[in-house]
């Protein structure tokens, strides 16, 4: 019997995503033997006519990682929806935009301009840009066009799983393979990780007070901290109140709080407005002067609450700017 094909590929990522998977180590040897890879760019010499020359649904699955931020992003997605059975969106970036989603705080002219004019290490004097087309001797090269803003990738095809995390734990992709590969797998659109909050069962939880007020965050690199007591209750900016857990507490593990790169649970609409939220309700005082100062201590509130989600977010972009958040495109 024939083993079933799978897909793995890259859009605006970082390459961390492919790490995870190199992380399930002997396990791959598993994989390998009850699948074939019919596409996986960054390990394996297929092109994108092989996808192409596929039958629609060939795939019995494909999973992508990264953002969709350009034409060639966009049409890679469209591309293997059509030839996937089973189409999951693999970590942050592409669950909820991740961390390239913050550049939807800028618009592309100005994110072009710093990139190819005002850096300090941009020697450009011709200010020359990257262009759709250009004649060479040899004929004419085309580049992919940067699009206005960053979107999660089910902003662009239907996503039939998620599995969340920057990157996804290695433990979730075991699971997500394994529910794959027996066909117990959950009604479509689940998020393929625990629907709790981290701090449930978190191992620092017992040094959390039921009624913790905070007086200031700190920043982790600036003080000690102690590696039994909960981060929050030690004033400093832990996400695990709003977070999913499924990551086995790696970062608390590691003595640093939970940045939130698996997302929120199912209950939740927008991450970063639950994050906030969470904290507010944690402020140590009805002094409006002294709220005020207490919140100047978060010294990058978009970054923070919005770190892997911005596209996913109700706020998507810039307020003011072009936003074409859409549905799934035709
Ligand atoms: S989810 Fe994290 S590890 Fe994966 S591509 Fe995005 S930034 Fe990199
Ligand atoms: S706030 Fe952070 S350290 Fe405290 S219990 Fe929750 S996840 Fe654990």
Avoid at 68 to 89: G, N, Y
Wanted: proline share 8%; hydrophobic share 40%.
């Amino acid at each position: 019997m024939s083993k079933p094909k799978v897909g793995f590929y890259w859009c605006a990522s970082c390459g961390g995503c492919e790490e995870s998977v190199v992380d399930l180590a002997e396990a791959i040897l598993d994989v390998t033997a009850a699948v074939d890879f019919v596409f996986f760019p960054v390990a394996m010499d297929f092109k994108r006519s092989d996808v192409e020359a596929m039958a629609d649904g060939a795939m019995a699955a494909c999973m992508i990682n990264g953002a969709i931020r350009s034409s060639e992003q966009r049409a890679m997605a469209k591309l293997l929806r059509r030839k996937a059975q089973i189409l999951i969106a693999y970590g942050a970036c592409s669950h909820q935009g991740g961390i390239p989603g913050l550049a939807n705080l800028f618009d592309r002219q100005s994110i072009l301009q710093t990139v190819y004019r005002d850096t300090p290490s941009t020697v450009n004097p011709g200010d020359i840009r990257p262009e759709a087309s250009t004649r060479i001797p040899h004929g004419e090269v085309e580049l992919p066009v940067l699009d206005e803003q960053v979107k999660s990738l089910d902003q662009v095809v239907p996503v039939d799983y998620y599995i969340p995390g920057c990157a996804p734990p290695v433990q979730l992709l075991k699971d997500a393979l394994a529910a794959i590969l027996t066909g117990r797998l959950p009604p479509k659109g689940s998020v393929l990780a625990p629907d709790k909050a981290l701090c449930e069962q978190c191992p620092r939880a017992p040094s959390k007070p039921d009624n913790l007020l905070i007086d200031q965050f700190k920043r982790p690199h600036l003080e000690r901290i102690d590696p039994e007591k909960c981060l929050l209750a030690q004033g400093f900016l832990c996400l695990g109140p709003a977070t999913r857990g499924g990551c086995g507490w790696a970062c608390i593990n590691a003595n640093m709080p939970c940045t939130g790169c698996l997302g929120p649970v199912s209950r939740t609409r927008d991450y970063g407005g639950a994050a906030m939220s969470a904290l507010a309700s944690l402020v140590n005082s009805n002094d409006e002067a002294q709220i005020a100062a207490m919140l100047e201590t978060i010294v990058d509130p978009a970054g923070t609450f919005y770190r892997y989600g911005l596209p996913a977010s109700l706020l998507f972009a810039r307020a003011g700017a072009n936003a074409d958040k859409g549905g799934h495109e035709p």
